[in-house]
């Protein structure tokens, strides 16, 4: 096995407390070829992120011990870990969460987890992750 291989693979950290979200997304982003980490709770997923340094997070809202508006805050904090792209994935489609999330500041997009797919997520992370995309959706 090439020892090079491995280090050009991207590392997604997702933090959702579904089960089956998590299932379904790490599935997908694996036969895409990225390194996958995942934590049920906010709390448990800052400490992830903080330990492995992803090169993007796919982040819920609404998980039991730390909320993702808190773990946005803290990563926000953390001049190692504020450079970070995360995408907010969430079942949350009010206003005023979208307006909360984007007066944070940090969060490269806020998509609604019933209105996309697996793979569309796979393909803005990709975006992301090329440079190819600096606004909202």
Avoid: W
């Avoid at 307006?99 to 609604?112: E, M, P």
Wanted: charged share 25%.
């Amino acid at each position: 096995m090439d020892d090079g291989s491995r280090s050009e693979r991207k590392r997604v950290c997702i933090v959702d407390d579904d089960p089956d979200v998590l299932m379904m997304y790490r599935m997908r982003f694996e036969q895409e070829g990225y390194d996958v980490s995942v934590a049920m709770d906010g709390e448990t997923g800052l400490a992830l992120i903080r330990s492995i340094h992803p090169d993007i997070v796919i982040l819920d809202i609404h998980m039991p011990k730390m909320d993702g508006v808190s773990v946005l805050s803290e990563l926000n904090r953390d001049p190692g870990l504020a450079g970070i792209p995360v995408i907010v994935l969430s079942n949350n489609n009010s206003d005023q969460m979208f307006q909360k999330i984007s007066d944070l500041g940090s969060a490269r997009y806020y998509i609604v987890k019933t209105l996309t797919t697996p793979q569309k997520v796979v393909d803005i992370v990709s975006e992301v992750l090329a440079g190819d995309s600096e606004t909202y959706e």
